[in-house]
């Protein structure tokens, strides 16, 4: 997509698009200061049921809500992702991560997506919101189904639609039982965190439990998936700067910020649309017009990066929006970072990766890999 986002930044910063979009068009905003704009501007919504006639969902999670709903149903999750509740969780993720990464036959082809990129993340949230492990693999069964469906193929693939529809149901009634049993058993894990809030203020009532559960195991696995697996994939396409990081382990947190950057897992943000008439880059968005912020055009704008089609695993500073911007920050950053620096570090020892067969998912929100062979060179 980068030669054409290219174009967008230069010749149409604000590209109005009528053939998608929830509410009938939609503009595609490109230029990376204006696409900070729009992430962080609350002159745009992210409730869908403020511009159109769509109903209102019983119960929404954080990212489809606006202020005071997205701060009540923010604040009490954010309490299980600080940077310091998230240090704490290195010594398991690492052991995860070790187990992984010890199935890596040393001088065999291997999937980077199935070996690690895929299980990882799953295996990490599940955890997090306290799913035993005798349970996993249901998991990684129904995200597996849930990433298929939400393809653009699920067009032309109904049965990849079917099966998503039935992963959806599967993970809510899994969700909703794991809710009602902790109810009278709370354990140290987040559903119980959930639910111990209840008598406070700022409560989540059932539904938003459940859609906060839904919400970080959809938002934390694709994008970690693709972020380990682009992040790689790039590193073979500049192979000093993979060589820079086995010399320079200390350099993986700048590394991955700029991972982020080149090949944004996340190619552009979620549903925004404009409460009143406003202007981007000398274009009048009307009032309920849909604006995609498109992170992926933006992070290789060169107004703001230096030569941006280049990896630079030292650059800094690194203004990426590949977490967003504004109150919809990710939430899950410190969490993704910490799983990707502890995936490369592992992973960089092995040996100089060589690409052997990739596929790619085709998919207009996020970029990344159905499969990603590597061999030892
Ligand atoms: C929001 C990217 C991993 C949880 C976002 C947004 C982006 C993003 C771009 C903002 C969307 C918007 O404003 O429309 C990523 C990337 C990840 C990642 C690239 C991995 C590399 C995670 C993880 C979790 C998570 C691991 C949690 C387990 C969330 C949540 C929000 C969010 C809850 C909504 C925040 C809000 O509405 O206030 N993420 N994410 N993400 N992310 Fe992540």
């Known amino acids: 997509p980068y030669p054409i986002y290219r174009e967008l930044r230069n010749q149409a910063p604000a590209y109005w698009y009528p053939h998608s979009g929830l509410t009938g068009g939609m503009w595609f905003v490109t230029r990376h200061e204006d696409t900070e704009m729009v992430l962080k501007d609350l002159r745009f919504t992210k409730d869908i049921s403020r511009v159109s006639a769509v109903p209102q969902q019983l119960s929404r999670h954080m990212l489809d809500a606006d202020p005071p709903d997205h701060t009540r149903l923010r604040a009490l999750v954010s309490q299980a992702f600080t940077p310091r509740v998230v240090a704490s969780l290195e010594p398991k993720i690492r052991s995860i991560t070790e187990d992984l990464v010890s199935q890596i036959k040393k001088g065999q082809d291997f999937s980077l997506i199935e070996s690690l990129a895929f299980p990882l993340p799953i295996i990490v949230i599940a955890e997090l919101l306290g799913v035993p492990d005798r349970d996993r693999h249901l998991f990684r ?124 897992p996340v190619q552009r943000a979620t549903f925004r649309a404009a409460l009143e008439d406003l202007e981007i880059a000398g274009q009048v968005i009307r009032k309920n017009q849909q604006v995609a912020a498109v992170i992926g055009a933006a992070n290789r704008d060169e107004r703001v990066f230096q030569n941006p089609d280049t990896l630079d ?44 067969h990739l596929e790619r998912r085709p998919s207009t929100m996020f970029r990344g890999f159905r499969d990603l062979v590597l061999s030892w060179s």
């Open 141 to 264: 069964d129904w995200s597996s189904h849930l990433i298929d469906g939400a393809d653009i193929l699920t067009v032309t693939d109904p049965e990849a639609g079917q099966k998503a529809q039935m992963a959806l149901g599967s993970i809510f009634k899994y969700f909703d039982d794991l809710i009602k049993v902790r109810r009278h058993d709370l354990q140290d894990d987040l559903v119980s965190l959930l639910i111990a809030a209840e008598d406070q203020q700022g409560k989540l009532t059932h539904g938003e439990i459940l859609a906060t559960c839904f919400l970080l195991l959809l938002a934390g696995h694709e994008t970690t998936i693709n972020l380990i697996g682009n992040g790689y994939h790039a590193l073979t396409r500049f192979p000093e700067q993979l060589q820079h990081l086995r010399d320079h382990p200390e350099h993986l947190s700048t590394g991955v910020d700029e991972m982020l950057r080149f090949d944004a």
């Open 313 to 356: 695993v030292t650059r800094t500073p690194n203004r990426h929006l590949g977490f967003g911007r504004g109150i919809h920050f990710c939430l899950g950053a410190p969490l993704a970072r910490l799983e990707a620096q502890i995936a490369f570090e592992l992973l960089l020892p092995l040996g100089l990766p060589r690409v052997v």
